[in-house]
């Protein structure tokens, strides 16, 4: 293995600033180039490098001289994009399934008839479980992000992204059941 590698990961391991600035600036620049051709959107790029970087800081103690940095750093940055491509595109189908409930009620004209499905829909998200449709209404009514509502109420974002999928589940079969 390259003894740059390996000097540096035994530097960064003792805590030495030097180390820690020669790395980012022997790799900023390049992961954030790749993380541009994976994502093309420099903010999110930045970001991703950014956490990639942190991440690396946390975690010094147990990094392995005997492995490549620079492919460690690659790796880092694509799983990095991975996830928040998956979180990104968990919540899009969240949406779109909300979208699609709302446009099921608004499908007639009527306002009279939109107002009666309004409040149809109103009274079955009361009926939610009392911890569901507290977060539902966060999220749908207040526009709250999953990230507000996992720090407001002290709980995971998983746990947010499983009650708002509850609060569809329960919903959608409402829906089938009245058929409207």
């Known amino acids: 293995m390259d003894l740059n590698n ?28 790749y993380a541009l051709s994976l994502c093309s959107d420099r903010e999110l790029s930045s970001d991703i490098v950014q956490h990639v970087f942190i991440t690396v800081f946390e975690t010094r103690h147990n990094l392995n001289p005997d492995y490549s940095l620079k492919s460690y750093l690659y790796k880092s940055t694509y799983n990095k994009f991975i996830d928040d491509y998956r979180k990104k595109k968990s919540m899009s189908a969240l949406h779109d399934q909300y979208y699609f409930m709302l446009n099921q009620f608004a499908s007639n ?33 207040s526009g709250l992000s999953n990230i507000e509502i996992s720090e407001s109420l002290n709980i995971s974002i998983k746990t947010v992204e499983g009650h708002i999928t509850k609060a569809f589940k329960l919903l959608r079969e409402e829906v089938k059941n009245l058929k409207l």
């Open 6 to 33: 390996q000097n540096l990961i035994k530097k960064l391991k003792d805590n030495e600033a030097s180390a820690w600035g020669e790395i980012v600036n022997l790799y900023s620049d390049q992961l954030f180039a």
């Open 109 to 141: 004209n009527s306002n009279e008839d939109l107002s009666k499905k309004l409040k149809l829909m109103n009274l079955m998200i009361s009926k939610l479980p009392t911890k569901t449709k507290a977060i539902f209404t966060l999220s749908k009514q």
